[in-house]
Protein backbone atom coordinates (compact mmCIF):
# COMPACT_ATOMS: atom_id res chain seq x y z
CA UNK A 1 0.00 0.00 0.00
CA UNK A 2 1.34 3.67 -0.88
CA UNK A 3 2.18 6.24 1.45
CA UNK A 4 -0.81 8.74 1.86
CA UNK A 5 -0.42 11.86 -0.19
CA UNK A 6 -0.26 14.94 2.26
CA UNK A 7 -2.55 17.45 1.01
CA UNK A 8 -1.44 21.03 0.52
CA UNK A 9 -2.35 23.77 2.77
CA UNK A 10 -4.98 26.47 1.58
CA UNK A 11 -5.03 28.65 4.29
CA UNK A 12 -1.02 29.63 5.83
CA UNK A 13 -2.08 32.52 8.25
CA UNK A 14 -2.45 32.27 11.79
CA UNK A 15 -4.90 33.88 13.96
CA UNK A 16 -8.11 33.81 15.16
CA UNK A 17 -12.26 33.23 14.05
CA UNK A 18 -15.61 33.99 15.62
CA UNK A 19 -18.41 31.87 15.10
CA UNK A 20 -21.82 31.58 15.87
CA UNK A 21 -22.42 27.42 16.31
CA UNK A 22 -26.01 26.58 15.68
CA UNK A 23 -27.56 24.00 17.30
CA UNK A 24 -27.51 20.70 16.01
CA UNK A 25 -23.61 19.72 14.96
CA UNK A 26 -20.83 19.15 17.57
CA UNK A 27 -17.88 21.52 18.06
CA UNK A 28 -15.98 18.82 16.36
CA UNK A 29 -18.28 18.59 13.52
CA UNK A 30 -18.04 21.96 13.00
CA UNK A 31 -14.50 22.04 12.78
CA UNK A 32 -14.67 19.13 10.62
CA UNK A 33 -16.29 21.38 8.01
CA UNK A 34 -14.01 24.16 7.90
CA UNK A 35 -10.84 22.21 8.08
CA UNK A 36 -12.19 20.07 4.50
CA UNK A 37 -13.16 23.59 2.95
CA UNK A 38 -9.78 25.50 3.98
CA UNK A 39 -7.35 22.74 4.57
CA UNK A 40 -5.40 25.05 7.26
CA UNK A 41 -2.55 23.29 8.90
CA UNK A 42 -3.93 23.01 12.24
CA UNK A 43 -7.18 24.38 13.37
CA UNK A 44 -9.14 23.84 16.70
CA UNK A 45 -11.12 25.42 19.29
CA UNK A 46 -10.95 26.82 22.60
CA UNK A 47 -13.50 25.32 24.28
CA UNK A 48 -16.50 23.05 23.17
CA UNK A 49 -20.36 23.61 22.69
CA UNK A 50 -22.76 20.90 23.29
CA UNK A 51 -24.76 20.19 19.81
CA UNK A 52 -27.72 21.45 21.42
CA UNK A 53 -26.42 24.99 22.25
CA UNK A 54 -25.68 27.69 20.22
CA UNK A 55 -23.49 30.82 20.32
CA UNK A 56 -19.36 31.82 20.52
CA UNK A 57 -16.97 29.17 19.16
CA UNK A 58 -13.63 30.25 19.31
CA UNK A 59 -11.77 28.55 16.23
CA UNK A 60 -8.25 28.94 16.26
CA UNK A 61 -5.53 28.33 13.17
CA UNK A 62 -2.40 27.15 12.31
CA UNK A 63 0.09 28.41 15.36
CA UNK A 64 -2.77 29.85 17.44
CA UNK A 65 -3.58 26.03 17.74
CA UNK A 66 -0.79 26.10 20.23
CA UNK A 67 -1.91 28.92 22.34
CA UNK A 68 -5.44 27.98 22.95
CA UNK A 69 -5.17 27.94 26.28
CA UNK A 70 -4.11 31.44 26.67
CA UNK A 71 -7.08 32.41 24.24
CA UNK A 72 -9.88 30.31 25.63
CA UNK A 73 -8.97 30.61 29.80
CA UNK A 74 -11.38 33.25 30.37
CA UNK A 75 -14.54 33.64 31.92
CA UNK A 76 -17.48 32.56 29.73
CA UNK A 77 -21.12 33.57 29.27
CA UNK A 78 -24.39 32.24 28.98
CA UNK A 79 -27.82 32.69 28.30
CA UNK A 80 -29.77 29.66 29.30
CA UNK A 81 -34.07 28.34 29.19
CA UNK A 82 -34.74 25.32 32.16
CA UNK A 83 -37.24 23.65 31.87
CA UNK A 84 -39.10 23.11 35.82
CA UNK A 85 -40.44 19.58 36.45
CA UNK A 86 -38.71 16.91 34.37
CA UNK A 87 -34.81 15.64 34.33
CA UNK A 88 -32.98 13.49 31.66
CA UNK A 89 -30.00 11.55 31.89
CA UNK A 90 -27.82 14.24 29.67
CA UNK A 91 -29.28 17.71 31.60
CA UNK A 92 -30.84 18.43 28.91
CA UNK A 93 -34.00 18.18 26.28
CA UNK A 94 -31.98 15.99 23.98
CA UNK A 95 -31.83 13.37 26.72
CA UNK A 96 -33.98 10.52 28.30
CA UNK A 97 -36.51 11.51 30.92
CA UNK A 98 -35.21 9.97 34.64
CA UNK A 99 -37.97 12.08 36.72
CA UNK A 100 -40.85 13.79 36.33
CA UNK A 101 -42.78 15.96 39.10
CA UNK A 102 -45.47 18.73 38.92
CA UNK A 103 -43.35 22.45 38.11
CA UNK A 104 -43.62 24.95 40.93
CA UNK A 105 -46.01 27.94 41.02
CA UNK A 106 -42.90 30.56 41.23
CA UNK A 107 -43.03 34.30 41.70
CA UNK A 108 -40.38 36.38 40.49
CA UNK A 109 -38.94 37.39 43.76
CA UNK A 110 -37.90 33.64 44.45
CA UNK A 111 -37.00 32.71 41.39
CA UNK A 112 -34.53 35.35 41.42
CA UNK A 113 -33.08 34.93 44.38
CA UNK A 114 -32.61 31.52 43.66
CA UNK A 115 -30.45 32.78 40.99
CA UNK A 116 -28.57 34.98 42.33
CA UNK A 117 -27.45 32.43 45.31
CA UNK A 118 -25.60 30.67 42.18
CA UNK A 119 -23.40 33.06 42.07
CA UNK A 120 -19.83 32.51 44.27
CA UNK A 121 -17.31 29.39 44.37
CA UNK A 122 -18.54 25.95 44.06
CA UNK A 123 -17.69 21.93 43.78
CA UNK A 124 -18.87 21.07 40.35
CA UNK A 125 -18.33 17.14 38.80
CA UNK A 126 -18.63 17.07 35.05
CA UNK A 127 -21.73 15.32 33.46
CA UNK A 128 -21.37 11.60 32.47
CA UNK A 129 -22.73 13.03 29.21
CA UNK A 130 -19.78 15.52 28.44
CA UNK A 131 -16.55 16.23 26.65
CA UNK A 132 -14.18 15.92 29.59
CA UNK A 133 -11.56 12.59 28.86
CA UNK A 134 -11.27 9.64 30.83
CA UNK A 135 -8.16 7.76 30.30
CA UNK A 136 -8.25 9.83 26.69
CA UNK A 137 -12.15 8.75 26.03
CA UNK A 138 -14.47 11.46 26.44
CA UNK A 139 -17.01 11.00 29.18
CA UNK A 140 -20.15 10.62 26.84
CA UNK A 141 -18.58 8.01 25.47
CA UNK A 142 -18.86 5.48 27.90
CA UNK A 143 -22.19 7.28 28.98
CA UNK A 144 -23.57 5.68 25.41
CA UNK A 145 -21.94 2.70 26.02
CA UNK A 146 -23.78 2.33 29.30
CA UNK A 147 -21.20 3.16 31.60
CA UNK A 148 -21.40 5.78 34.03
CA UNK A 149 -18.02 7.38 35.01
CA UNK A 150 -17.62 10.03 37.80
CA UNK A 151 -15.07 12.45 37.86
CA UNK A 152 -14.17 14.66 40.82
CA UNK A 153 -15.67 17.77 41.57
CA UNK A 154 -13.58 20.85 40.60
CA UNK A 155 -13.71 24.16 41.72
CA UNK A 156 -15.52 26.62 39.42
CA UNK A 157 -16.35 30.15 39.90
CA UNK A 158 -19.93 31.75 39.23
CA UNK A 159 -19.12 35.63 38.83
CA UNK A 160 -22.43 36.61 37.48
CA UNK A 161 -26.09 34.98 37.79
CA UNK A 162 -29.26 36.86 36.51
CA UNK A 163 -32.82 36.39 36.00
CA UNK A 164 -33.59 37.05 32.45
CA UNK A 165 -37.38 35.62 32.28
CA UNK A 166 -40.14 33.51 34.04
CA UNK A 167 -43.26 31.53 32.83
CA UNK A 168 -45.32 28.88 33.82
CA UNK A 169 -42.60 26.03 34.02
CA UNK A 170 -40.00 27.88 32.52
CA UNK A 171 -37.49 30.44 33.34
CA UNK A 172 -34.62 32.00 31.71
CA UNK A 173 -31.46 32.77 33.47
CA UNK A 174 -27.45 34.35 32.41
CA UNK A 175 -24.62 33.46 34.16
CA UNK A 176 -20.87 34.47 33.76
CA UNK A 177 -18.60 31.77 34.80
CA UNK A 178 -15.08 30.50 34.93
CA UNK A 179 -13.63 28.35 32.04
CA UNK A 180 -15.17 24.21 32.75
CA UNK A 181 -18.66 25.40 34.40
CA UNK A 182 -21.08 23.23 33.04
CA UNK A 183 -24.23 25.33 32.84
CA UNK A 184 -26.17 22.25 32.44
CA UNK A 185 -25.57 21.22 35.84
CA UNK A 186 -25.71 24.98 37.40
CA UNK A 187 -29.16 24.27 35.73
CA UNK A 188 -29.89 20.83 37.89
CA UNK A 189 -28.81 22.55 40.62
CA UNK A 190 -30.85 25.57 40.08
CA UNK A 191 -33.90 23.41 39.61
CA UNK A 192 -33.52 21.84 42.69
CA UNK A 193 -33.12 24.73 44.68
CA UNK A 194 -36.81 25.76 43.64
CA UNK A 195 -37.96 22.30 44.41
CA UNK A 196 -38.45 20.30 41.50
CA UNK A 197 -36.55 18.47 38.73
CA UNK A 198 -35.45 20.40 35.89
CA UNK A 199 -33.42 20.10 32.40
CA UNK A 200 -32.35 22.85 29.94
CA UNK A 201 -33.97 23.35 26.78
CA UNK A 202 -31.60 26.28 24.93
CA UNK A 203 -28.18 27.32 25.95
CA UNK A 204 -26.52 30.24 23.90
CA UNK A 205 -22.67 31.20 24.99
CA UNK A 206 -22.68 34.94 24.39
CA UNK A 207 -18.78 35.38 25.29
CA UNK A 208 -15.95 33.47 25.62
CA UNK A 209 -13.58 36.00 26.67
CA UNK A 210 -12.26 38.48 25.13
CA UNK A 211 -14.59 37.16 22.58
CA UNK A 212 -18.01 38.15 22.12
CA UNK A 213 -20.86 37.38 20.07
CA UNK A 214 -21.59 40.63 17.97
CA UNK A 215 -18.13 39.80 16.21
CA UNK A 216 -19.05 36.31 15.59
CA UNK A 217 -20.14 34.79 11.67
CA UNK A 218 -22.60 32.95 10.73
CA UNK A 219 -20.85 29.00 9.74
CA UNK A 220 -22.64 29.36 6.43
CA UNK A 221 -21.03 32.45 5.38
CA UNK A 222 -17.65 31.27 6.91
CA UNK A 223 -17.95 28.21 4.27
CA UNK A 224 -18.88 30.15 1.48
CA UNK A 225 -15.80 32.22 1.73
CA UNK A 226 -12.80 31.91 -0.32
CA UNK A 227 -9.58 31.43 1.90
CA UNK A 228 -8.49 34.86 1.01
CA UNK A 229 -11.53 36.28 2.54
CA UNK A 230 -11.15 33.94 5.97
CA UNK A 231 -7.56 35.58 5.87
CA UNK A 232 -9.28 38.83 5.93
CA UNK A 233 -11.73 38.06 7.95
CA UNK A 234 -9.47 36.45 11.22
CA UNK A 235 -8.00 38.08 13.76
CA UNK A 236 -4.15 37.75 13.23
CA UNK A 237 -2.51 35.74 16.33
CA UNK A 238 -0.91 39.45 18.20
CA UNK A 239 -4.10 40.89 18.01
CA UNK A 240 -5.79 38.11 19.72
CA UNK A 241 -2.83 38.14 22.26
CA UNK A 242 -3.28 41.80 22.92
CA UNK A 243 -7.13 41.36 23.31
CA UNK A 244 -6.63 38.52 25.93
CA UNK A 245 -4.53 41.09 28.04
CA UNK A 246 -0.95 40.11 27.10
CA UNK A 247 1.17 42.77 27.83
CA UNK A 248 4.34 43.31 25.53
CA UNK A 249 7.90 44.10 25.62
CA UNK A 250 9.98 45.27 22.53
CA UNK A 251 13.03 43.51 21.83
CA UNK A 252 16.31 44.81 19.26
CA UNK A 253 15.84 42.89 16.39
CA UNK A 254 19.24 40.69 17.54
CA UNK A 255 17.85 39.30 20.72
CA UNK A 256 14.44 39.26 18.76
CA UNK A 257 16.25 36.75 16.33
CA UNK A 258 18.45 35.16 19.84
CA UNK A 259 14.74 34.43 21.21
CA UNK A 260 13.15 33.29 18.02
CA UNK A 261 16.34 30.64 17.80
CA UNK A 262 15.42 29.05 21.49
CA UNK A 263 18.29 31.40 23.45
CA UNK A 264 17.39 32.42 26.65
CA UNK A 265 17.91 36.28 27.28
CA UNK A 266 18.84 37.47 30.72
CA UNK A 267 15.39 39.27 32.15
CA UNK A 268 17.20 42.73 32.28
CA UNK A 269 16.91 43.02 28.84
CA UNK A 270 13.26 42.15 28.91
CA UNK A 271 12.61 44.79 31.79
CA UNK A 272 14.22 47.87 30.07
CA UNK A 273 13.28 51.05 31.18
CA UNK A 274 9.81 52.02 29.41
CA UNK A 275 8.37 48.79 28.66
CA UNK A 276 6.34 48.52 30.92
CA UNK A 277 7.18 45.34 32.06
CA UNK A 278 7.39 44.11 35.40
CA UNK A 279 8.66 40.33 36.76
CA UNK A 280 4.95 39.46 37.99
CA UNK A 281 4.25 35.84 37.66
CA UNK A 282 2.03 35.57 33.95
CA UNK A 283 2.43 35.38 30.05
CA UNK A 284 3.75 38.34 27.93
CA UNK A 285 4.31 38.84 24.26
CA UNK A 286 8.10 39.73 22.80
CA UNK A 287 8.36 41.67 19.69
CA UNK A 288 10.81 42.78 17.38
CA UNK A 289 11.53 46.70 16.47
CA UNK A 290 8.91 46.09 13.99
CA UNK A 291 6.14 45.18 16.03
CA UNK A 292 6.04 41.96 14.86
CA UNK A 293 5.73 38.99 17.19
CA UNK A 294 8.60 36.94 18.30
CA UNK A 295 7.13 34.70 21.23
CA UNK A 296 4.87 34.37 23.77
CA UNK A 297 6.67 34.10 27.13
CA UNK A 298 5.53 33.29 31.04
CA UNK A 299 7.41 34.65 33.97
CA UNK A 300 8.29 31.72 36.56
CA UNK A 301 6.97 32.27 39.94
CA UNK A 302 10.10 33.90 42.30
CA UNK A 303 10.42 30.45 43.55
CA UNK A 304 11.50 28.59 40.79
CA UNK A 305 13.78 31.55 39.60
CA UNK A 306 16.74 29.96 40.57
CA UNK A 307 18.45 29.20 37.15
CA UNK A 308 16.15 31.43 34.43
CA UNK A 309 13.36 33.96 35.06
CA UNK A 310 10.85 32.90 32.33
CA UNK A 311 10.13 30.27 30.34
CA UNK A 312 9.22 29.68 26.54
CA UNK A 313 5.49 28.91 25.61
CA UNK A 314 5.47 29.61 21.75
CA UNK A 315 8.28 30.88 19.48
CA UNK A 316 7.98 32.17 15.84
CA UNK A 317 11.61 32.65 14.71
CA UNK A 318 12.63 35.13 12.04
CA UNK A 319 15.25 32.61 9.27
CA UNK A 320 18.27 34.39 9.53
CA UNK A 321 20.25 36.45 12.11
CA UNK A 322 19.91 40.15 11.55
CA UNK A 323 23.47 41.27 12.03
CA UNK A 324 24.39 38.34 8.92
CA UNK A 325 22.18 39.87 6.66
CA UNK A 326 23.81 43.33 7.68
CA UNK A 327 27.26 41.86 7.42
CA UNK A 328 26.63 40.34 3.85
CA UNK A 329 24.60 43.67 2.95
CA UNK A 330 27.67 45.58 3.46
CA UNK A 331 29.89 42.88 1.63
CA UNK A 332 28.06 43.44 -1.47
CA UNK A 333 27.92 47.28 -1.40
CA UNK A 334 32.12 46.84 -1.45
CA UNK A 335 32.01 45.09 -4.30
Not at 238 to 264: C, I, M, N, S
Not at 292 to 316: C, H, K, Q, S
Request: charged content about 25%; some cysteine; overall charge neutral.
Amino acid sequence: MGRRRKVKALLRRSGVLVVDKPAGPTSHDLVNALRRRFRPERLGHTGTLDPFATGVLVLVFNQATRLSDLLGGGPKAYEAELVLGRATDTGDVTGRVIEQAAAPALEWAQAEAAVAALVGQRMQSPPAYSAAKHEGKPLYAYARAGKIVEKPARPITIYDARLLGLEAGLLRFAVQCSRGAYVRVLGEDLARALGAPGCLSGLRRVASWPFGLDEAHGLEDALAWSPEELECQMLGLDQALARAGLPTVTLDDHAAWRLGQGQQLPAESLLAPGQGLDQASGPFMARDAAGGLVAVLRWLEPEARAERAYETIRVFPAETDPRVEMTSASALGAE
